[in-house]
């Protein structure tokens, strides 16, 4: 069973910096065939695509995030970050990770989701 645990802090203060780890379990992120990304639901709208590195290290982020997002991955401990700077309340939302399967628009694993508050 593949699993996907996510840890960092869910209270910001507008202009500090987003970091939160996606450790995954059984299975590898530089495995063939996926990609690895993250997503956000702000209160009271829909779910948001925010970014992605795939299993070979590329990335992609929509662009309006783009200027101060990365996503970044520790193969030795097979996880992957998403570091998301001068944050606004605008950023507040329920971030998950997800693993999304190369050629499908589906994503079969979440992680827990992290309640994440922009103060302003």
């Known amino acids: 069973q593949v699993q996907l645990q996510q840890s960092g802090p869910g209270y910001m203060k507008a202009s500090q910096t987003l970091s939160l780890t996606c450790t995954v379990s059984?299975?590898?992120?530089?495995?063939?065939?996926?990609?690895w990304s993250w997503i956000r639901q702000p209160p009271g709208k829909g779910l948001e695509w925010v970014g992605e590195?795939?299993?070979?290290?590329?990335?992609y982020y929509i662009p309006s995030v783009k200027s101060r997002t990365s996503i970044s991955r520790d193969t030795s401990k097979n996880q992957f970050t998403l570091q998301m700077s001068s944050v606004t309340p605008e950023d507040t939302a329920v971030y998950y990770c997800?693993?999304?399967?190369?050629?499908?628009?589906?994503?079969?694993?979440w992680g827990q989701g992290t309640q994440v508050t922009v103060a302003s």
């Open positions: 997800v693993r999304g399967r190369v050629g499908t628009n589906e994503y079969d694993y």
């Open positions: 059984g299975a590898s992120i530089t495995t063939d065939g996926y990609y």
């Open positions: 590195i795939d299993y070979g290290g590329d990335n």
